[in-house]
């Protein structure tokens, strides 16, 4: 007699069945696409995915739409029931009045008008509307014909003002404005924190912009008690208007912005004198300023010694010296010294002996080729919480063996750039078929390949042209990585593509931009596997033809920005071929 074992029934968890209340405990550890991807899931987990502090980290972005109730997508949001507390509108007409406004605007926190074709009138009705507006940005919106600050006029015949009392972040960048049209706009909003005046008068004579610039000092000097963030980068600042803020004691800034060109004076120094009274600074960018010398940068380090963030790209005149005060800074978390030509590798190493290392977390080392690959090293060993580690274009320090250090040792990057890393081969990436091991103690042997970075959410190893489809079947494997940038991969194929899809199946972003190898089969294996696909860059990649077009439209769903310049083979019609996909917001071709 046969005796038949039942087989065992098969259990799985039920997760749809976890309280609400510990779904939205374990959303707080997902980022804002992972949420929005899981709350398809099921209907307990779409409910945790709505709840209000989710919520306020959504942005509605609208390009390029008539803000009309009777239009789309306008008509739908309208129906909808949800609030946007966050809201950014590029190129939009807002020449009409909508309800949209009145219904959601007391929910309103911040929003942005970018390159928006907008009349005065309906500004301020919009903002009439947002009693709790905190954050107005008005960005680039003087390139338009009928543009913001061309024809508004915040008084009309003298009669009233208008006053928005809750607003405390103010950006104008990128536009040129007047006078009158300054001093309206900042009157308006009585209780200003934090200022954005960065890149203004671009196509502005040096002599009207000098006078805007007095406008400014003198805004910042009348506002100095309340004022806690100024950003006027992008507008180089002499002396004279450094003085005024110099002079202001009662300016006590948490954060500073701004571009210093001039050769500093020798005597009473503005600049330095600033730099000694701001005692609070937590962040401090002086991007491109060739005026900040060594000597600054050790009355910085002495004087505001709780920065937190510094960024110095460009700045040329900064030798090895000033590097190795910046590390002295015991709260810092950040530090940009991209393109510091004047850098060598001892500055960072150096440095690093005096810094503490435990907290910096960000390190920004781009377009620096005085580096080598013991720096790198000496990086992987000093600084074990980073982050984000930013070298690309730095080509002659990550090696095979620099690069086993780094993976090796930064298992908490997040941010990984390692662009036109000309030396590093699939060896360094792998780990495999390396000559010299990088660990080896007796008999035991240890090599790492790059999938031990389990935290990456951003790889940038574009131009690295010695990789192969080796590197991508046998060390990339992340779950989690969101961004990824292989263009001027030359050797990679379909066949690298078809390990990478599979592998990586979380990818939003992806670069794979003059490829030559790149075909309509790989651009299939794109569509149907990365679900989550919004940007795709194929530029050059002169194998594609129209196949490819009909992949994305049957498969990708979320798809928003194609790259297909010099795609010679795609017919003319490409965006009229693709608008069957909801989400397509842009198609750059030739």
């Known amino acids: 007699m046969r005796y038949h074992r039942k087989p065992l029934p098969i259990f799985r968890p039920q997760f749809e069945l976890l309280p609400v209340e510990l779904v939205v405990q374990i959303f707080k550890y997902l980022s804002t696409s992972d949420r929005r991807s899981a709350s398809y899931v099921c209907s307990r987990w779409y409910e945790a995915s709505k709840y209000c502090r989710f919520a306020e980290q959504m942005v509605l972005h609208l390009i390029g739409v008539d803000f009309d109730d009777f239009k789309p997508p306008v008509m739908n949001l309208i129906l909808a029931d949800r609030k946007y507390p966050l809201i950014k509108l590029s190129r939009v007409k807002l020449n009409v009045y909508s309800k949209f406004w009145e219904n959601y605007g007391p929910f309103v926190r911040e929003i942005t008008f970018e390159k928006c074709m907008i009349w005065r009138e309906r500004v301020i009705s919009l903002f009439k509307h947002m009693p709790n507006l905190r954050v107005a940005r008005f960005v680039e919106c003087d390139l338009l014909r009928d543009d913001l600050f061309r024809t508004w006029k915040f008084f009309d015949n003298g009669l009233y003002t208008i006053d928005f009392p809750g607003v405390e972040t103010l950006s104008l960048a990128k536009n040129n404005f007047s006078q009158l049209q300054f001093e309206s706009m900042v009157e308006m909003m009585p209780n200003l924190t934090r200022i954005d005046f960065s890149n203004c008068f671009r196509q502005v004579e040096t002599g009207r912009k000098m006078f805007l610039l007095s406008c400014i000092q003198k805004f910042i000097v009348r506002r100095q008690y309340v004022l806690r963030a100024i950003n006027i980068s992008g507008i180089p600042v002499d002396d004279i208007f450094l003085r005024g803020l110099a002079d202001a004691e009662g300016l006590l800034l948490d954060e500073l912005s701004l571009t210093y060109l001039e050769k500093m004076p020798t005597r009473l120094p503005a600049i330095v004198d600033l730099f000694r009274r701001q005692t609070n600074l937590r962040f401090l960018d002086v991007t491109g300023s060739n005026g900040i010398t060594d000597y600054c940068v050790e009355q910085i380090v002495r004087h505001i010694v709780g920065l937190q963030v510094v960024v110095m790209t460009g700045c040329w005149g900064i030798s090895d010296y000033g590097i190795r005060q910046v590390f002295r800074l015991q709260q810092l978390e950040s530090l940009n010294l991209s393109n510091c030509i004047r850098m060598s590798k001892h500055g960072i190493i150096d440095g690093a002996a005096f810094s503490n290392r435990a907290i910096v977390k960000e390190l920004h080392l781009e377009l620096l080729d005085t580096l080598d690959e013991e720096c790198v090293v000496k990086i992987g060993a000093n600084f074990p919480n980073l982050t984000v580690l930013n070298i690309g274009g730095s080509s002659t320090c990550m090696t095979d063996w620099s690069a086993q250090y780094i993976f090796c040792n930064l298992v908490n990057l997040e941010h990984l750039n390692i662009e036109r890393s000309t030396k590093l081969t699939d060896a360094g990436f792998t780990g495999i078929d390396l000559p010299e091991k990088t660990f080896s103690i007796w008999d035991v042997e240890e090599t790492f390949a790059i999938d031990r970075l389990k935290k990456l959410r951003v790889l940038k190893v574009s131009g690295c042209y010695r990789m192969t489809d080796f590197a991508l079947r046998y060390g ?68 594609l033809t129209e196949i490819c077009l009909h992949y994305l439209v049957t498969f990708c769903k979320n798809l928003k920005y194609l790259y297909v310049r010099g795609c010679f083979k795609l017919p003319p019609d490409i965006a009229e071929r693709l608008s069957k996909i909801p989400t397509l917001r842009q198609v750059y071709k030739s």
């Open 476 to 543: 990339f494997r992340f779950n989690e990585l969101k961004e990824l940038s292989l263009s001027r991969c030359h050797q990679i194929s379909e066949a690298g593509v078809e390990r990478l899809v599979s592998t990586c199946p979380t990818l939003e972003y992806l670069d794979l931009s003059e490829c030559p190898n790149i075909n309509d089969n790989c651009v299939k294996m794109i569509a149907i596997q990365l679900k989550r696909i919004s940007t795709l860059k194929l530029a050059n990649c002169p194998l």
